[in-house]
């Protein structure tokens, strides 16, 4: 056991430094090139789902705010991107900016409403946010393309040189980088004084005012930020897809981020990159072998994880290192 | 005038009945158990293909099938409740999201392996099916029906609680476990018994369902929304509460969608988030 | 982290293993449907339509083995179906792509095959725009635009009715079905005395038809998906007294499909619906087709679905014949355009100028046949084009 770092700044230094294991993840992401040159579309989604799995954890992981309704800010992202690449220009990086800013728009009024009740009540209030918010995109069907999906999307090449091509090379690239960007930032923010205090807020409710902590202030600006990040996932969908349909913003893709984070383990900073690569991978395997299957097992393993794995895969993982250690 | 709004105010407040019918065990098991049971609707989803298996395979009348219906569920909850569900008593809301969220995901899949993904029927006697005339209003006998059984079912429940042994100690429970505990009562057995049969009412609803909105292996996730919205807007623990809750819902979607249908969809939702706001424990509902 | 990572490479070097390179002399279809999730039953019968050209045709063209690769899409997803297309032309080499049930997800493929110059055959999805975003696609089921313009016209000009009240269900294929009937029921001299909007996911449609019933409608065009609804709305005419001997109901065809008259029960009888194909079609290939069909599926009856799926593969056939087994996008569509053939629905062609589908649709009402209800063909309209495409060239 290290000892106790000497002052707070030192122990948040101390937590921040980049393992090994972590350094050797990333390199080997850019192996994809090398070694899955088909699979890199399936790379992008899995990457955009890692960042959207990423934005849940800020709220979920470290703030303890369970949400049913996330998938409101990723399509609001969606959306804006895709209308401004359609009637402004298609600069992606532009894009980019635009969708993160509209959502977190949208994420701070939710936060508003969110910040001030828990349990049931706040889950709820998550769920019926998503749920107008969809219907909305539905309604508006003449500025959102509706059922059919936003037609006449037009996206630039990035930088001006590289166009999305058929074999997804570019938009693996575009979206690892944005992933890794958000990551390092998000990275930063878990471990600063401010991360610190969302996890305290997330084990004891009650004595963070008495330390001097805003709960209310603290909530919204976590969720803002998490709807900021999960809005720029969106934008990458729909840039490098060039399309956004009603399902961005439905309640399924609410549902299958948070399985995703569930699964790789929530609090931990990769259990949603690690959670959305086993799910997407899994989800892909049973599309071409055993489509009607996928419910069943994806249920088991969700059945599973809760009962036997309650911190999710990398929570099992780091268990396991422990014991090894002899602790 | 007076025609159409009483038939448009009845079908909302029949509909609100169905809902009544399929929330009550879950308002209930979640203000007793405090256990966020997603699977709720899965349950009914149960009763539902009861009902079609009993009065389409079988040939046997549909009042047999309502009964059997509610049996099935409870029983398949019971042991659930056993296997599952005691070992996440104590876990955070969020863990007793995803497990019954994995149950519903699985009971989705076996539902399409054994009936197929195609809707099916039940066979419902045919003086049920049609309309019945009166003051120059229609009232749809099939509704009529189901306003009488979840009257019923509302008095069965506020005289089972406020008159029986075995309601005072699920009271009892409900308000502080530990006391109830303490002056002996085997709350393990309280709660299990409460969501057996909390379960076995929302098999229930869903062969009654079956008639109004049909039922396909999705029927778990479906109306899964409507329950919670019904559960949250009522009040958790609250008879009385689901009982409004379930009628003002009713009635506020059919009337929106007779007076404003562009609002259409969105209206309940609204009323959620407002009445959330305005009464976060829900409007008979207690302070968590 | 070590052992995930681990796991995720063999699981996908199993994968590759298993999709391992093919002998030339292979025609490779591959066909995006979704064969779970909520739209699962129509991904099954389009694909039970491919399973039954393939039996009674055998499975090689012109000495060439054709080989299908199915990828499920999971529902409305156009990323994946996408990225499906995508990975079925880089990774597993296809020549031909076809399926599609749903709107969205074909015009996201559609931006695939015009890149890598494929054919697509699209077996289902019911939007007049989508044979439009790519020169290789190619049409064999129907455009809702067809079926109502039809239905529209035949009750103004054949169905003795003047006026209307139009319900459709608040999304894409309804607005487009809404769009097509009314200016077409107006150009042929009706009225449209009212309409509404009714929400996508509705269980309960009392509060939609008492509107309609306050303005007491000579007729009603209905659209709602397939699924629970049409059975729901049956229901709920006949509950709040809509008698389809006064008021004409009119619909197009996935209301009156058989799981919705099975549900709707004798509420359904007299609606009158607009459509491509019913299995009650008398005609002697209609007769062996539903034989074999459901010889093939537990005495099941095909639908529009399955003929769909079933001509999509005609054309496949057809063309590679024609192109004398050359697989490239360019020689298949030039070889489609144009093709004319019976099929068990009745005549049909693909247009050589928008590849879309160009067939007869017939006028049936609902019935009792024998002990269950079917839908009884009374009328026809031979040759329809797609209104919107027709429409856009002006």
């Keep these: 056991m290290t000892p106790a770092a000497a002052t707070p700044r030192a122990y948040l230094r101390a937590q921040s430094r980049w393992s090994p294991i972590e ?74 900016l635009i969708g993160g800013a509209a959502a977190a728009l949208i994420g701070y009024a939710s936060s508003l409403i969110i910040a001030r009740f828990r349990h049931l009540t706040r889950i709820m209030l998550t769920l019926g946010i998503g749920l107008l918010l969809a219907e909305v995109a539905n309604s508006a069907h003449d500025i959102t393309g509706g059922s059919d999906g936003l037609q006449g999307m037009r996206i630039w090449p990035l930088l001006g040189f590289f166009k999305f091509d058929l074999y997804g090379k570019v938009a693996y690239g575009y979206a690892l980088i944005v992933l890794f960007a958000v990551f390092v930032l998000a990275r930063r923010l878990i471990h600063s004084p401010f991360g610190l205090a969302l996890r305290g807020i997330r084990e004891n409710w009650v004595r963070m005012p008495a330390i001097g902590a805003s709960r209310a202030s603290h909530i919204r600006k976590i969720y803002t930020i998490s709807a900021g990040i999960a809005g720029i996932a969106g934008a990458v969908l729909a840039q490098t897809t060039q399309t956004v349909s009603l399902e961005a913003i439905g309640f399924g893709r609410s549902a299958d981020v948070l399985v995703m984070l569930v699964l790789g383990g929530a609090g931990r900073l990769y259990g949603g990159i690690i959670g959305a690569i086993i799910f997407m991978v899994a989800r892909d395997q049973f599309s071409g072998v055993a489509p009607q299957y996928w419910y069943f097992w994806i249920g088991l393993l969700l059945i599973g994880v809760v009962t036997l794995m309650p911190n999710g895969i990398l929570g099992g ?4 290192q422990a014991r090894w250690r002899g602790r | 005038m007076f025609g159409p709004v009483a038939g448009v105010l009845f079908d909302g407040f029949a509909y609100g009945m169905l809902l009544f019918v399929l929330s009550v065990g879950l308002s209930v098991t979640l203000g007793l158990m405090n256990f966020v049971n997603l699977a709720h609707c899965a349950f009914a989803m149960l009763g539902g293909y009861v009902a079609v298996l009993v009065t389409n395979e079988l040939g046997w009348p549909f009042f047999a099938a309502l009964p059997l219906a509610f049996i099935g569920a409870a029983a398949v909850s019971v042991l659930l409740e056993r296997t599952l569900y005691r070992r996440l008593y104590r876990a955070s809301d969020l863990d007793q999201v995803l497990l019954t969220i994995g149950i519903v995901f699985v009971s989705v899949a076996v539902a399409a392996y054994l009936f197929g993904t195609t809707q099916q029927p039940v066979d419902v006697p045919a003086y049920l099916r049609g309309s019945i005339s009166f003051a120059g209003v229609r009232f749809a006998s099939y509704r009529l029906f189901l306003i009488v059984v979840a ?29 109830a505990a303490g002056l002996g009562i085997n709350v393990e057995l309280v709660f299990a018994v409460a969501f057996a049969l909390g379960s076995g009412l929302a098999g229930l609803g869903g062969a009654l369902a079956v008639e109004v909105v049909g039922l396909d292996p999705y029927f778990g996730f479906t109306y899964l929304i409507f329950v919670l919205i019904v559960v ?53 509902g207690r302070r968590q | 982290m070590q052992s995930v990572k681990l796991f995720a490479a063999g699981l996908v070097a199993a994968v590759m293993g298993m999709g391992a390179a093919n002998a030339q ?33 055998g499975d090689s063209v012109g000495g060439k083995k054709l080989e299908i690769i199915r990828k499920d899409v999971g529902g409305i997803a156009p990323d994946v179906a996408k990225r499906l297309a995508q990975e079925l032309v880089v990774r597993d080499k296809v020549d031909i792509i076809a399926g599609f049930v749903l709107t969205p997800n074909a015009i996201a493929a559609s931006s695939v095959v015009q890149e890598a110059k494929k054919l697509m055959v699209i077996m289902n999805a019911a939007t007049s725009i989508i044979t439009t975003k790519s020169d290789y696609s190619v049409r064999t089921s129907l455009t809702l635009p067809m079926v109502a313009d039809t239905l529209a016209t035949w009750a103004v000009k054949k169905g003795g009715v003047k006026k209307s009240y139009t319900m459709v269900s608040d999304y894409g294929p309804g607005l487009d079905s809404e769009a097509a009937f009314q200016s077409a029921f107006k150009a042929a001299g009706g009225e449209i005395v009212g309409s509404v909007r009714m929400a996508v996911a509705n269980p309960d449609f009392s509060a939609y038809i008492q509107r309609a019933k306050d303005l007491n409608p000579e007729s009603i065009f209905v659209f709602v998906p397939a699924g629970s609804q049409p059975a729901a709305i049956g229901k709920a005419f006949a509950e709040r007294g809509i008698d389809t001997k006064k008021v004409k109901v009119m619909s197009t065809g996935e209301f009156t499909d058989d799981s919705a008259l099975k549900q709707s029960g004798d509420a359904a009888l007299g609606v009158i619906s607009a459509w491509n194909y019913d299995h009650n079609h008398d005609s002697a290939m209609n007769k ?40 490239d996008g360019d020689s298949l569509v030039a070889a489609a355009k144009g093709m004319k053939w019976e099929s068990p629905r009745g005549p049909m062609m693909i247009d050589p100028e928008t590849r879309d589908v160009v067939e007869n649709i017939y006028i049936r009402r609902v019935e009792k046949i024998g002990s269950t209800l079917g839908n009884v063909e009374f009328d026809k309209f031979e040759n329809v084009k797609d209104p919107v495409k027709a429409a856009m060239k002006k």
Excluded: C
């Excluded at chain 3, 062996?288 to 999509?312: C, H, I, Q, T, W």
């Design chain 3, 25 to 57: 002399n292979a025609v490779k279809i591959g066909v995006i449907l979704p064969y779970s999730g909520q739209f699962a039953d129509t991904g099954n019968q389009v694909d039970a339509g491919i399973k039954l050209y393939m039996k009674q045709h």
């Design chain 1, 317 to 320: 993982l780091s268990a396991l």
């Design chain 3, 288 to 327: 062996a087709f539903v034989e074999a069909y459901r010889k093939d599926n537990a005495g099941a009856n095909p639908n529009f679905l399955v003929v769909g799926g079933y001509d999509g593969m005609h054309v496949i056939y057809e063309a590679l014949k024609k192109t004398a087994g050359k697989t």
């Design chain 2, 232 to 284: 949250s807007v009522g009040g958790l623990g609250s008879i009385a509460g689901t009982f409004a809750a379930a009628a003002l819902i009713g009635i506020v979607d059919i009337a929106g969608k007779y007076y404003a249908p562009e609002l259409g969809a969105f209206l309940i939702y609204l009323v959620m988030v407002a009445v959330l706001m305005w009464r976060p424990a829900g409007l008979i």
């Design chain 1, 23 to 96: 350094i050797a993840f990333w390199l080997a992401t850019l192996t994809s090139y090398l070694f899955f040159p088909d699979y890199l579309s399936l790379g992008s989604q899995i990457a955009i789902a890692a960042l959207f799995a990423l934005s849940l954890d800020l709220i979920l992981g470290y703030a303890g705010i369970v949400s049913l309704g996330h998938a409101a800010f990723f399509g609001t992202g969606a959306y804006a991107a895709g209308l401004f690449s359609k009637y402004v220009w298609g600069e992606p990086f532009s894009g980019l």
């Design chain 2, 151 to 179: 009257l019923l079912i509302a008095v069965m429940l506020v005289l089972g609680l406020e008159h029986t042994r075995f309601g005072a100690q699920v009271r009892a429970a409900v308000d502080n476990q530990r006391m």
